[in-house]
């Protein structure tokens, strides 16, 4: 790894692309939560009846 590499500053185009991906990230987990607990719910059912 180069240490004396100088960090540039952020351009507006790189902030936009890291807060998609944090959006993107968020909705991912939201999702999987979702399936989980369907799939959680779909257990009980099966299990109750």
Known sequence: MDTK???K???PEEINRRNLMKRRFLWL???????LIAYLVYQVVVIII
């Not at 987990?29 to 399936?35: A, G, K, N, R, T």
């Open 29 to 35: 987990l939201i999702v999987l939560d979702v399936l």
């Open 5 to 7: 590499q100088k960090k």
């Open 9 to 11: 500053p952020l351009t």
